[in-house]
């Protein structure tokens, strides 16, 4: 079992930054592959981005390939996930996931794919 704990969201601009972190405690988190999720209002959840527990395969959906990075440090329990030049559709509750695997390629990235989730961080991008 992981814990997973979201922080770093906010209120921005159109055109801004943020970045979030989660946070593990509990197993060996650098055994993970971990990945982000998004829920707006009224929406399905959607899958954001991938990183597998080396940080050698990372994985995006289209919508925010080339403006969100994601990223670990094994070190400090903790995946980021910086997102540049956000727009107004980027508003969402965010949700860290995670599932213990070692895999040199990502595959499978839906949430019913995750077993461990943390309790979301809300991003609100302003027009």
């Known amino acids: 079992q992981v814990w997973l704990a979201e922080s770093g969201g906010g209120l921005v601009q159109a055109g801004g930054s943020l970045s979030l972190s989660c946070a593990a405690s509990g197993r060996t988190f650098s055994e993970y592959t971990v990945a982000w999720f998004r829920q707006a209002p009224g929406k399905e959840r959607e899958f954001v981005a991938a990183?597998?527990?080396?940080?050698?395969?990372?994985y995006y959906v289209s919508s925010v390939k080339g403006r969100f990075t994601i990223s670990r440090d094994n070190a400090k329990n903790t995946v980021y996930l910086r997102m540049n030049s956000l727009k107004p559709e980027d508003t969402a509750v965010y949700y860290c996931?995670?599932?213990?695997?070692?895999?040199?390629?990502?595959?499978?990235?839906?949430?019913?794919?995750?077993?461990?989730w943390g309790q979301g961080t809300q991003v609100t991008v302003s027009s």
């Open positions: 990183i597998n527990w080396s940080g050698t395969d990372t």
């Open positions: 996931a995670s599932r213990p695997e070692r895999v040199g390629v990502l595959s499978g990235l839906t949430g019913a794919n995750f077993a461990s």
